[in-house]
């Protein structure tokens, strides 16, 4: 269990999910740049991200914008919406304020795009789902990410799988922060989505080798 001063930003499992290069900027070195991506990200979480919106329809809940932490994988963040759906049984469910029943708690992540060919999506989703079950004392055995572009939600079972990598990519971002490690660049075409593309500069310095930086700093000295 990680203490308090020890919790890193779960939104930050995307990232090191992606590329470990990438969540090393942002979160080590803390660098930035948005790109056309970036931006359509963050005005669509705007329309989900009111903490001050509790609606009922359906015998379903909605709480959007929920502070989440799992001490367990020394994680924190805001999951965009959670829904509590009403439940005859206590099992895996809560009791709401001001709500009779019981209620099973559910995590929907909001996504710009479409359905990605990696698991950047998954894991944050997942994350998200074991916050919520370390807290609320629950299990939680499907979640769903809703795209943008096609408008549409993709269920996800969270797998003992899923959940394993999650827990190891949670330990990769404490490692690298406790050691102050930015890893070395792995150039792919996938580098050309990524929005600190010109900060990272993965096709120059996947062809600098050690030896050439040597040799740079020693005629460096000659010179001086």
Known sequence: MYEEDELLALSGIQHIAFCERQWALIHIERQWAENVRTVEGRQLHKKVDNP????????????????????????YGVADVVEFRSSE???NAVVLPGKAGFWSPCPVEYKRGNVKKDDRDEVQLCAQAICLEEMLKVSIVSAWLYYGEIRHRVQVELTDDLRKRVMELSQKMHFLMEHGMTPKTNYSKSCTLCSLLDICLPGLSGRIKEREIEEYLEDSYKEE
């Open 52 to 75: 001050y919106i509790f609606e009922t329809r359906n015998d379903i809940v909605t709480a959007r914008a929920v502070p989440i932490v799992s001490y367990a994988l020394g994680l």
């Open 89 to 91: 049984s206590p099992d």
